[in-house]
T-cell receptor, first 116, second 116 residues
C-alpha cells in the first residue's frame, strides 16, 4: 500500500515561472491537505480539498496560488509567477473520508521548491 | 492566539538519557486530538504518537510517551533512552473535531540533538 506520493521531490524555478506540485493521496483517502514549511519553521496550513471540491483555502495566498483535486489524477498545487519568497518545502497530507479528531494525517515526503 | 506553542527551539540530550519536549495548545473545542511528528534531516514527516482529548491515560508508543495535562493544556513528548537516530525536528500538532476538523495546527518545532 503506497503512501502519499509527491513529485517532484525537488523543483527549481526561475522568478516569474510557474511551479506545479503533484500529490497522490494514499489509496482510499479522499481528503488532501497542502502545507508549506519555510526554513526553520513549522508547517502552515494552505488548503484542504476533497475530490473536485475546495473545502478550506483560508491559508492560501490570495494571488498566484491555486489548488485542485480532480476526479481522476493527483492533486495539483500551482504557483504562478514564482518569487524568491515562495522557496519552501511543500507537504501534502491525506486522510480517509471518515476523518475525525483522532485521525492522523499521512504525509508525503514533500517537494522542495527553490526559486532562483 | 497561537494554537500550538513549542517554546524550545533547540534541545540537547545525552545518548541513553530521557528528554521532554514541551507543547502547549489552545482550543475551545471539547473534542480534539494531539499528535507528535518527527522530521529527520531527510525531510519526511513521521507520525509518532497520538492523544485524544477524552483519553484517560497518557499515550505510549515504545520509547515515546505523551505527558497529557488537560487542565494545563499541555501535551509534552517524552523520549526515553535517547538514541543518536532521535536527532531531528519534532512537531506538536492538534486537530479539532467540532471546528476546523480538517486542519492540523502545527507548532514551530523543537530541534533535538542527541550527543554520543
Amino acid at each position: 500500500n503506497a503512501g502519499v506520493m509527491q513529485n517532484p521531490r525537488h523543483l527549481v524555478r526561475r522568478r516569474g515561472q510557474e511551479a506545479r506540485l503533484r500529490c497522490s493521496p494514499m489509496k482510499g483517502h479522499s481528503h488532501v491537505y497542502w502545507y508549506r514549511q519555510l526554513p526553520e519553521e513549522g508547517l502552515k496550513f494552505m488548503v484542504y480539498l476533497q475530490k473536485e471540491n475546495i473545502i478550506d483555502e483560508s491559508g492560501m495566498p490570495k494571488e498566484r496560488f491555486s489548488a485542485e483535486f480532480p476526479k481522476e489524477g493527483p492533486s495539483i498545487l500551482r504557483i504562478q509567477q514564482v518569487v524568491r519568497g515562495d522557496s519552501a518545502a511543500y507537504f501534502c497530507a491525506s486522510s480517509p473520508l471518515t476523518a475525525d479528531s483522532n485521525t492522523e494525517a499521512f504525509f508525503g515526503q514533500g517537494t522542495r521548491l527553490t526559486v532562483v | 492566539a497561537q494554537k500550538i506553542t513549542q517554546t524550545q527551539p533547540g534541545m540537547f540530550v545525552q545518548e541513553k538519557e530521557a528528554v521532554t519536549l514541551d507543547c502547549t495548545y489552545d482550543t475551545s473545542d471539547p473534542s480534539y486530538g494531539l499528535f507528535w511528528y518527527k522530521q529527520p534531516s531527510s525531510g519526511e514527516m513521521i507520525f509518532l504518537i497520538y492523544q485524544g482529548s477524552y483519553d484517560q491515560q497518557n499515550a505510549t508508543e515504545g520509547r515515546y510517551s505523551l505527558n497529557f495535562q488537560k487542565a494545563r493544556k499541555s501535551a509534552n513528548l517524552v523520549i526515553s533512552a535517547s538514541q543518536l537516530g532521535d536527532s531531528a525536528m519534532y512537531f506538536c500538532a492538534m486537530r479539532e473535531s467540532q471546528y476546523n476538523f480538517n486542519k492540523f495546527y502545527f507548532g514551530s518545532g523543537t530541534k533535538l540533538n542527541v550527543k554520543p
